[in-house]
């Protein structure tokens, strides 16, 4: 039987910290413990739930079946307790170790993390930012269980429990590799779908809006490769005869990157608005503010 009557806040903190990095010495640097302090705390929290909580295989650490079932509920209590219980105190970003956890794409990860996170060194060394997949059919779910603090997607949601901004509005682009044959034609909608085409996205079919634009013309396109991340799509364009129609904040990011180059599609494609998401019951907790601004600020700066 559990005795967690006598278990501390801090050791809760501590023991989530090991179920996110699933090793000894990373959570112990997170939470500012000695490896001594670690291990014994850890004891205390295996007696108090009679349970090994983790155990060692090879050079990693598993989870037990009673601490992958420990593992959400301690992190959304967690959650909740600092936004709801510790919402007043006083938040500084400079000195801050709060984490932040952020679901989204890897294209809006590409886009957007190495420039957030290069500002948040400079006013905010201490935080910490994690990203995880957005879950499409979920958003509203990852947000309100405490999973995430915010959702960046294209996904429209007039969940009630969610507030919503608009970050940047994008059009598409299109990309081959260098000296393609393409280049060297008239770039029409017809030379368009001579040529093989790429297309990024989860799910096993193969159309998309170009599809969609394409049929009105009477034209069709062939995607021959697809790839579940936009990160590798660049890799086939460069070394293939594909061509990959992509939002430009995107191929602008890796064209430089990459021996490819990017011009404009031969084909009128609707623009679309990436949006940030949090849940209503944050919306004056101070730390969630100022993130978002800081998000919204650097995803509206000038390219």
């Not at 050079?59 to 600092?82: C, M, Y």
């Not at 919402?87 to 294209?107: C, G, H, K, N, V």
């Not at 021996?259 to 990436?274: A, C, G, H, K, R």
Request: charged letters at 25%; a neutral charge; proline letters at 4%.
């Amino acid at each position: 039987m559990s005795n967690i009557s006598d278990i501390e806040l801090t050791q809760l903190r501590l023991l989530q910290l090991i179920f996110e990095t699933k090793n000894l010495t990373r959570a112990g640097e997170r939470a500012g413990l000695t490896q001594s302090a670690v291990s014994h705390t850890l004891k205390k929290l295996r007696h108090s739930f009679n349970d090994s909580l983790v155990i060692r295989q090879g050079n990693k650490l598993v989870l037990t079946p009673r601490a992958e079932s420990l593992h959400t509920q301690l992190k959304r209590w967690l959650n909740d307790f600092e936004r709801n219980i510790l919402a007043q105190e006083a938040f500084d970003p400079s000195t801050s170790e709060r984490t932040f956890y952020i679901a989204t794409s890897d294209l809006v990860e590409q886009i957007l993390a190495p420039s957030l996170i290069k500002h948040l060194n400079k006013v905010a060394p201490k935080i910490h930012l994690i990203f995880v997949k957005i879950d499409k059919r979920s958003l509203a779910s990852q947000i309100e269980t405490g999973e995430v603090d915010f959702s960046i997607s294209i996904i429209e949601s007039s969940h009630p429990s969610l507030m919503v901004t608009t970050l940047y509005r994008d059009d598409f682009v299109s990309a081959v590799r260098n000296e393609h044959p393409y280049l060297n034609s008239k770039q029409t909608a017809l030379d368009f779908c001579q040529y093989p085409h790429i297309l990024a996205g989860t799910g096993t079919g193969t159309r998309g809006m170009i599809d969609e634009a394409l049929e009105p013309v009477g034209l069709a396109r062939d995607v021959q490769f697809k790839v579940a991340n936009f990160s590798s799509a660049p890799y086939i364009v460069e070394s293939s005869e594909g061509i990959l129609t992509a939002p430009r904040k995107f191929l602008n990011t890796v064209v430089n990157k990459f021996d490819i180059q990017v011009f404009e599609t031969p084909i009128p494609l609707d623009n679309y608005s990436m949006k940030l998401y949090w849940d209503i019951k944050n919306k004056d907790d101070k730390a969630n503010l100022w993130l978002r601004q800081e998000i919204t600020r650097i995803c509206r700066q000038p390219e």
